[in-house]
């Protein structure tokens, strides 16, 4: 799922992985190039993890990896099991 923000010229793409392994995933861009791409995961351990009073940070917003690849018109990523990611991707 993404979303194109025409103004800012940036380009938001969510990918949600419910399977309890996790896989690569690709993203190309048909109609443009990156200039530059950030990525951030809610993730727990497994999918009986939640947070809790005594345990606040079991699932929290975490930086992760991104790579930009095919002059600016690929991205590749690792995602984990059970992960919300969300990348924002600045378009040239």
Known sequence: N???DEKTNTLYTKI???CSSGTRG???L???TAEKAEMVRLAGMSGE???TMQYPNNIVPRPAKIQ???EGRQLTFPVA???VNIITTKLK
Request: proline share 5%.
């Open 2 to 4: 993404s979303t194109l």
């Open 16 to 18: 949600v992985n419910l």
């Open 26 to 28: 690709t993203l190309n």
């Open 30 to 32: 048909a109609n443009g």
């Open 49 to 51: 993890d939640e947070n």
């Open 68 to 70: 930009i690849a095919e």
């Open 81 to 83: 099991p059970f992960s």
